[in-house]
């Protein structure tokens, strides 16, 4: 038996949602962004070999090594002795912003689940797969591990039975992200935030959100836009990220819908719903935001969620 989980990146918040709204991402040229992970039959123990471009930025030591953790976690819960070959092939670099360790997390949670024939339901899953992104992340939040696994645009619910669900999305817009090549750590751009907030940003936070998801529903992009607005990390986190308020300027100029931060950045998005002005943007922030190892990807929403690959 073996086989192959891949898990798409993920932007958390999408500006508007701190921590509520993540959506999964799927390049339009058709790759692949995203990690994976193999599993099959070895001899006792746990086997874990490292792949892919980021797989030098990883801990050295298997154990140190998420992956590896997911798959002690099984064996000891289900009480099995399998040996496991485990190969993580690392294609998101760590503390990007596009919800690098929750998709390994997510792949490998997944890939353990269908190899020990899916002892975990849905909910289970995600409640897993949240609570390791949490060791790494420094916090338990669902908004990259929930779209990774499940796809879409998921809405966090947090109630007992019900974790997230997913909301419409506007189909003809696209989601160009930059990752300027820069590693930030999650729990530090989280120590920028304020640990409270005055009443009139809370309400402004309920106001946006709610009107975005209303417009969603409503399929009014219009509306759409004008909410989407981040009042509780981005006042916070712009100054930390090199050259980020210059590029949201240029690229409201250049014609851009509106810009924010994915995830904890330092990786940004940008919405447009014509693919000549996202080309646009993207040459110039190839140009102006990028540094040495920075990426860009004009993209879709990442429908389909985690799945197999072998
Ligand atoms: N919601 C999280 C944050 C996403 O902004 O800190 C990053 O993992």
């Not at 999408?14 to 001899?43: C, K, M, T, Y």
Request: charged fraction near 20%; hydrophobic fraction near 40%; proline fraction near 5%.
């Amino acid at each position: 038996m073996s086989l192959t989980v891949y898990a798409p990146a993920s932007m958390g918040n999408v500006g508007v949602g701190f921590d509520l709204l993540g959506a999964a991402l799927a390049p339009i040229d058709g790759s692949l962004l995203g990690d994976r992970v193999s599993i099959s039959s070895a001899d006792a123990g746990i086997h874990l070999s490292l792949a892919g471009h980021w797989a030098d930025k990883l801990p050295q030591n298997p154990q140190d090594n998420i992956v590896y953790q997911c798959a002690d976690f099984f064996l000891k819960q289900l009480n099995r002795k399998d040996g496991l070959a485990l190969v993580l092939e690392k294609n998101l670099p760590v503390g990007s912003g596009l919800g690098s360790s929750a998709s390994s997390v997510v792949a490998a949670i997944y890939a353990l689940n269908e190899y020990f024939d899916n002892p975990y339901d849905e909910q289970a899953l995600l409640r897993l797969m949240g609570e390791f992104e949490g060791k790494i992340s420094g916090s338990v939040h669902y908004d990259n591990v929930a779209p990774s696994y499940l796809g879409g645009m998921q809405l966090m619910l947090g109630t007992q039975s019900k974790l997230c669900d997913a909301i419409p999305t506007f189909d003809d817009w696209y989601w160009l992200v930059a990752y300027p090549g820069i590693s930030l750590s999650t729990a530090k751009m989280r120590d920028l935030l304020p640990k409270q907030y005055d009443k009139s940003v809370a309400i402004d936070f309920g106001r946006y959100l709610s009107a975005f998801v209303h417009a969603s529903y409503q399929q009014d992009p219009k509306l759409a836009i004008s909410v989407l607005k981040d009042v509780l990390a981005e006042p916070y986190r712009a100054a930390a990220i090199p050259g980020y308020e210059e590029s949201r300027a240029a690229l409201a100029e250049i014609g851009m819908l509106t810009s924010g931060i994915s995830g904890s950045g330092p990786t940004l998005f940008s919405i447009t719903d014509n693919l000549q002005t996202a080309k646009k943007a993207q040459t110039w922030l190839e140009e102006n935001y990028l540094q040495q190892g920075g990426f860009s990807h004009i993209c879709k929403i990442d429908v389909q969620g985690t799945r197999r690959t072998d």
